[in-house]
């Protein structure tokens, strides 16, 4: 009776066990990383801390849906660096419709364990180009298209994907729609949203690092993992348009520390303005001649403080600072440039602001004065006593000495022609008909 019963325990604790190993396996969660725009050290740093958070949390897989127009190569390795050491199995999921893997985008999706492509998307186009306004001479261009064959041809042979269509991406620049990627074995399927795509890579065998390995994606917990704050300014801030703009308002700001001392507020906007403005030049495609006379610019306007040059210095500095802006930002990609409709503005903008400053000193200076003796001059007096060659005259409350080359009485009205020392030259006021 007791071995009965204890036989029943132990099946019941047995079974119990394998209830909670099964449900065990379907427990898992699948890290989901959404990254659009150029690829960069931003995006860098949050795909590849993304894939070691899930490294340390067991998840089952991570998934990173990108659109990207490319972006810059030093970033695009690091990515695909993390991806190739990852022993949790990373898919690349290009979604969603409308979007494309192009560049550097090629590489990513090359690398993942799984690449899948949503209906309505496109990849290709990964041929190498040079940076921050650089001119590379045919041989040099050479070795470095050379490199980035070599480079995504490793990649494919690694994922087992299509040498031949990876190496014309590069040298050709090739681009196709995700029918034909599927087609040309370049990505493994094609799934209509997020749910579609975790149904299908269920079952799926994947070599990670450590081995062989089974996803378990159908009823797994999908975490949704999205930059926070920090990430999302900072790529904010490495957009050329957002980077122009914060260099202008930096600009702007010193400008009117430096022509009105203790206002405070401009400069300390001014100078965070050009910190993080710094900070964008440093990932992007920088003409060094573009800003130096962005810089001439700023001290043109600055110089104008000091001397009057009747608006020549300013004139001089919007022309460096319209050919500065212009040649900011160099590079065949269209999203590592300044928009010419973003330049327009901002350039119509500051010549607004600087010349109306420099009408409002000119006003200024030629206004008549209003206080000491200088504005005297000018004003309606009251004759205080008989006035010759000496006499008084009351005005602002106070009484002075006075002389006129008339004779005036007492308790006529006068209008003061001079101010000499302490006497004023006054003349009787002529009454208009």
């Known amino acids: 009776m007791f071995l009965t019963r204890k036989n029943k325990m132990k099946k019941v604790l047995l079974?119990?066990?394998?209830?909670?190993?099964?449900?065990?396996?379907?427990?898992?969660?699948?890290?989901?990383l959404t990254v659009d725009?150029?690829?960069?050290?931003?995006?860098?740093?949050?795909?590849?801390?993304?894939?070691?958070?899930?490294a340390k949390e067991n998840a089952e897989a991570v998934v990173i849906q990108l659109d990207t127009p490319g972006g810059l190569d030093l970033s695009m390795r690091d990515i695909v660096k993390a991806m190739l050491s990852s022993d949790i199995p990373i898919i690349v999921y290009v979604a969603p419709s409308g979007s494309r893997a192009?560049?550097?985008?090629?590489?990513?999706?090359?690398?993942?364990?799984?690449?899948?492509?949503?209906?309505?998307?496109?990849?290709?186009?990964?041929?190498?180009?040079?940076?921050?306004?650089?001119?590379m001479?045919?041989?040099?261009?050479?070795?470095?298209?050379?490199?980035?064959?070599?480079?995504?041809?490793?990649?494919?042979?690694?994922?087992?994907?299509?040498?031949?269509?990876a190496e014309n991406a590069v040298r050709k620049s090739v681009n196709i729609t995700a029918d034909e990627a599927l087609k040309l074995k370049v990505i493994d399927l094609i799934a209509q949203d997020k749910k579609a795509l975790l149904t299908a890579i269920?079952?799926?065998?994947?070599?990670?690092?450590?081995?062989?390995?089974?996803?378990?994606?159908?009823?797994?917990?999908?975490?949704?993992?999205?930059?926070?704050?920090?990430?999302?300014?900072?790529?904010?801030?490495?957009?050329?348009?957002?980077?122009?703009?914060?260099?202008?308002?930096?600009?702007?700001?010193?400008?009117?520390?430096?022509?009105?001392p203790g206002l405070i507020l401009?400069?300390?906007?001014?100078?965070?303005?050009?910190?993080?403005?710094?900070?964008?030049?440093?990932?992007?495609?920088?003409?060094?001649?573009?800003?130096?006379?962005?810089?001439?610019?700023?001290?043109?306007?600055i110089a104008e403080i000091k001397v009057m040059s009747y608006g020549l210095l300013t004139v001089a500095g919007i022309v460096a600072l319209t050919l500065g802006s212009l040649m900011l930002f160099e590079s065949p990609l269209p999203f590592m440039r300044v928009s010419l409709w973003v330049i327009l503005p901002t350039v119509i903008s500051i010549t607004t602001i600087f010349f109306s400053a420099m009408y409002y000193a000119l006003k200024i200076r030629h206004k008549k004065p209003v206080s000491g003796?200088?504005?005297?001059?000018?004003?309606?007096?009251?004759?205080?006593?008989?006035?010759?060659?000496?006499?008084?005259?009351?005005?602002?409350?106070?009484?002075?000495?006075?002389?006129?080359?008339?004779?005036?009485?007492?308790?006529?009205?006068?209008?003061?022609?001079e101010v000499v020392g302490l006497k004023l030259k006054v003349e009787r006021l002529k009454v208009k008909n």
């Open 102 to 135: 192009a560049s550097a985008g090629v590489f990513i999706a090359y690398a993942a364990h799984i690449a899948a492509m949503a209906p309505g998307t496109n990849i290709g186009s990964a041929h190498p180009v040079a940076m921050g306004g650089e001119k």
């Open 37 to 54: 725009g150029i690829v960069n050290p931003v995006m860098s740093e949050f795909i590849v801390k993304s894939m070691e958070a899930a």
């Open 202 to 260: 269920d079952g799926k065998k994947v070599k990670v690092v450590s081995g062989e390995k089974v996803l378990k994606t159908a009823k797994a917990e999908v975490k949704d993992i999205n930059m926070g704050i920090r990430h999302r300014i900072l790529n904010a801030i490495t957009n050329p348009n957002v980077a122009y703009i914060l260099m202008m308002i930096g600009l702007i700001g010193l400008y009117f520390e430096l022509s009105n």
């Open 373 to 417: 003796a200088e504005g005297l001059v000018g004003e309606i007096a009251v004759a205080n006593t008989d006035i010759a060659k000496e006499g008084t005259v009351f005005i602002d409350g106070e009484y002075w000495n006075a002389w006129s080359d008339e004779p005036i009485k007492a308790g006529e009205r006068v209008k003061v022609l």
């Open 137 to 165: 001479d045919e041989t040099m261009m050479k070795k470095v298209e050379n490199d980035a064959v070599a480079y995504i041809k490793g990649i494919a042979a690694k994922r087992h994907r299509n040498v031949e269509w």
């Open 266 to 301: 401009p400069g300390v906007v001014g100078a965070i303005s050009l910190v993080l403005a710094f900070y964008a030049f440093q990932t992007l495609s920088v003409n060094y001649a573009g800003l130096l006379l962005i810089g001439l610019a700023a001290l043109f306007f």
């Open 15 to 32: 079974l119990s066990l394998f209830v909670l190993i099964g449900s065990s396996t379907y427990a898992q969660t699948i890290h989901y």
